[in-house]
């Protein structure tokens, strides 16, 4: 059986995809963005799902699905924070600003 497995370009396509429709933008500094790429595609091949690489998968489907990437508390810690607990996704005005200030 050649079962595929999941590459970091794999979900970048995705999540960059999704940060263009929610208005957010990808982690600029592509070696930390990779590590957590790489980490999401590892538990997809692990686990099954696009599991956050940054928390525990307990085995519990109910509490798990909380944690699929874009998990359940990534709008409100890019809300606060600027970012998601990964720092996968950020807010684009911050970097936007960020920008302008230089
Ligand atoms: S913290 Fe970020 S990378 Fe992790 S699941 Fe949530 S949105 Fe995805």
């Known amino acids: 059986m ?3 497995k999941t ?3 794999d979900v970048h396509a995705w999540t960059s995809k999704y940060a263009d429709k929610a208005g957010y933008m ?7 963005r990779d ?7 590892k538990n997809k091949d692990t686990h099954g799902k696009n599991y956050c690489p940054c928390r525990i ?10 944690i699929v990437c874009p998990c359940i508390y990534h709008k409100e810690e890019i809300e606060s924070d600027g970012s998601c607990h990964c720092d996968l996704f950020f807010r684009k005005e ?5 920008e302008k200030e230089d």
């Open 2 to 4: 050649s079962e595929k």
């Open 7 to 9: 590459t970091k370009e």
């Open 26 to 32: 990808l982690n600029p500094d592509e070696e930390m």
């Open 35 to 41: 590590l957590v790429l790489e980490g999401i595609a």
């Open 57 to 66: 998968v307990t085995g519990d489907e109910i509490e798990d699905k909380k």
């Open 94 to 98: 911050d970097q936007e600003e960020d």
